[in-house]
């Protein structure tokens, strides 16, 4: 199947209704955007998105760089369809799997066996397949008895387990990622490393935003800087990531 995401001159307004200071401040976190305001039709808008435009193709592994609020997270949701766009398109191939919130889809009055099937659910496979999945997802979340149980009953590592075992199962075309899913507990990590490696390198494209340098060096071959909703430049690791400490160290 092609793997392809192209956006081309999306731009994405938010409106804001209530806009006092308290509630703009907890608006603009809740929705992870720290765009520009503007007035558009007498209300209150945040331009979260601005004229971006990028063509990815199977085998890129791109990096998103900028400050909080730059555009990162908010780029993944409309490249995800959770925020259509104002203005401009988004044109996605093959099968897309975000993990912008992985913990989403997880039910606590469910036991462990029945939200592996939710989660994978939610992130687009079929019953089917999800189910075919679910002993090797068991066998790697090392719960044992415990996915019989309500996962309101676990711990916070159990569950973190349980998110990690799920979501890192899939095989996407077009991976979305915001920052990098949590491992848990030391003793899993080691194996969740590797389980993590195997799953960027099953998706035949990669979108990961993310604040850590290792991770982007680790992670991709190339990267987008974003500043207010905009992309300010395109190009290696390297460069983007040397642009962003000269953006810090000027602002």
């Not at 949701?77 to 104002?86: F, L």
């Not at 029945?114 to 496979?125: P, S």
């Not at 089917?128 to 066998?139: F, G, Q, R, S």
């Not at 990961?208 to 987008?224: D, F, G, P």
């Amino acid at each position: 199947m092609t793997a392809r995401m192209t956006l081309e001159n999306v731009t994405l307004s938010l409106p804001v209704f209530s806009f006092d200071s308290y509630s703009l401040k907890k608006k603009l976190v809740r929705l992870g955007t720290g765009g520009r305001l503007q007035r558009e039709a007498g209300h209150l808008v945040v331009q979260a998105l601005r004229n971006v435009s990028l063509d990815l193709k199977e085998g890129d592994r791109v990096g998103l760089v900028g400050h909080n609020g730059a555009g990162k997270t908010t780029l993944l949701r409309v490249m995800a369809g959770v925020y259509e766009p104002s203005a401009g398109r988004v044109i996605a191939e093959g099968r897309l799997v975000s993990l912008i919130n992985a913990g989403i889809g997880i039910s606590p009055e469910a036991t462990g066996y029945e939200n592996i099937v939710l989660c994978g659910l939610y992130l687009g496979l079929s019953r089917n397949e999800i189910e075919a999945k679910v002993p090797e997802i068991a066998a790697f979340s090392e719960l044992g008895d415990y996915l019989a149980m309500p996962t309101h009953t676990y711990s916070a590592g159990m569950l973190t387990r349980l998110t990690f075992a799920a979501v890192t199962a899939v095989d996407p075309d077009v991976l979305l990622m915001d920052e990098v899913i949590g491992a848990g507990d030391a003793s899993f990590q080691e194996k969740a490393l590797t389980r993590f490696n195997a799953l960027i390198g099953r998706a035949k494209v990669l979108v990961l935003a993310s604040h850590s340098e290792e991770w982007i060096r680790r992670a991709c071959t190339s990267a987008v800087l974003m500043s207010e909703g905009q992309i300010v430049d395109v190009g290696s690791t390297d460069k983007i990531l040397a642009d962003y400490r000269r953006m810090l160290e000027g602002s």
